[in-house]
């Protein structure tokens, strides 16, 4: 039995109405850091030098400089000035490869090695805690990176 034109029409605004409500729904989840989520770093261990393999970012002096292949600059000093995590209590399942981070840290004489798993948005920290990144804060933590063509 063939349904009617008036019946699809019907099908289809009960399925695009379910659709937005679950889009709502995941926005509204993905898009506010959570209340456990705390500043990586602050006003007084603020960053102060980030390598990710050969790209780096630095504050001089209040103004912040990257390497000259990096595009996103001013996105990517932002991201990492203003990442927030929650500290996870076991460790997590990860499958992606982690990106080696070396951060200094002004009123840190050692810079610190960290681990950056960008799928599952994971940072294990020198002491093997773990910590997630809200989705809404993930965005821009890589360079982008200006490849040029031999």
Same mark, same amino acid.
């Given at each position: 039995?063939?349904? +009617? ?35 990586? %770093? ?13 790209? #780096? ?28 995590? +929650? ?8 499958? +992606? ?5 070396? %951060? ?9 090695? #960290?681990?950056? %798993? ?11 805690? #773990? ?20």
């Amino acid at each position: 039995m063939a349904l +009617s034109r008036k019946k699809w029409n019907t099908i289809i605004i009960l399925v695009t109405a379910m659709m937005i409500a679950v889009l709502s729904f995941i926005n509204s989840k993905t898009e506010q850091v959570p209340t456990d989520a705390m500043p990586l %770093f602050d006003s007084t261990l603020p960053l102060k030098q980030l390598h990710i393999n050969n790209q #780096w970012l630095a504050d001089s002096n209040g103004q912040w400089q990257c390497s000259d292949d990096v595009l996103n600059c001013l996105q990517w000093t932002e991201a990492w000035q203003n990442i927030a995590i +929650s500290a996870l209590q076991i460790e997590p399942i990860h499958t +992606s490869e982690p990106i080696k981070i070396t %951060f200094a840290i002004a009123n840190i004489d050692e810079p610190q090695v #960290w681990l950056l %798993f960008t799928e599952e948005g994971l940072l294990q920290s020198p002491g093997l805690n #773990w910590y997630k990144i809200p989705p809404s804060l993930r965005a821009d933590l890589l360079p982008i990176v200006n490849v040029q063509s031999r």
